[in-house]
Structure formats: C-alpha cells, structure tokens
Nanobody, 115 residues
C-alpha cells in the first residue's frame, strides 16, 4: 500500500534552515507528482510546494525564494529544503501524493521556528 513517511522536522531559530524528507513506498514513485503541505495550529492545511514528474515546481508565495522542493527517484524520496525560516513557518509539514484518484498523506513532521 502507499506509504509516506516524513522526517527532518525540529526546533530551529528564526533565520535557520531545515531539510525535510519524505520516503515513499507502495507505488512507482517516479510516475507521480509530489507535494508538501503544512498546517499551523488553528489554521487550514495549505500548499507549500509541489513537484511534477517532469520536475516542474510550484510554490506558495509565502515561501518563494526560501524553500526548495526536490526529488530523488532512485531513493523514492522527496525533499523540502527550508532556508531563512520565520516564526510563521511553524507548522506540521505533510508529504502528499495522489495515486489512483486518491490522496495520500504522511503522518507529518513538526517544524517549530523560535523568534
């Protein structure tokens, strides 16, 4: 079955960096678009970044120029490099894909940015 496992979250000071990883299994990773979303306390889940199978990318305006999504098809892993982190980036970050018309999510990884 489809499984997404995020890692790499933690506590970081404002201005710092983190790299999130999402290990995928249960489907042919290279055939599917991948995305990162986040959900802050009391807020709706929102798109952070996506990458297509052809490596086209899309970013939320709030993270453009600071975050970079990438993928390693040989490792079935998608990454989110987060630089110049701000307090407002604090959230649980989720990996996402859509397989067979169904959306799949990981368990999430907490990112906390202290100001």
């Amino acid at each position: 079955q489809v499984r997404l496992v995020e890692s790499g979250g933690g506590l970081v000071q404002a201005g710092g960096s983190l790299r999130l990883s999402c290990a995928a299994s249960g489907f042919t990773f290279s055939f599917y678009n991948m995305g990162w979303y986040r959900q802050a306390p009391g807020k709706q889940r929102e798109l952070v970044a996506t990458m297509t199978t052809s490596r086209s990318t899309n970013y939320a305006d709030s993270v453009k120029g600071r975050f970079t999504i990438s993928r390693d098809n040989a490792k079935n892993t998608v990454y989110l490099q987060m630089n110049s982190l701000k307090a407002e980036d604090t959230a649980v970050y989720y990996c996402n894909t859509n397989v067979g018309g169904r959306a799949y999510w990981g368990q999430g990884t907490q990112v906390t940015v202290s100001s």
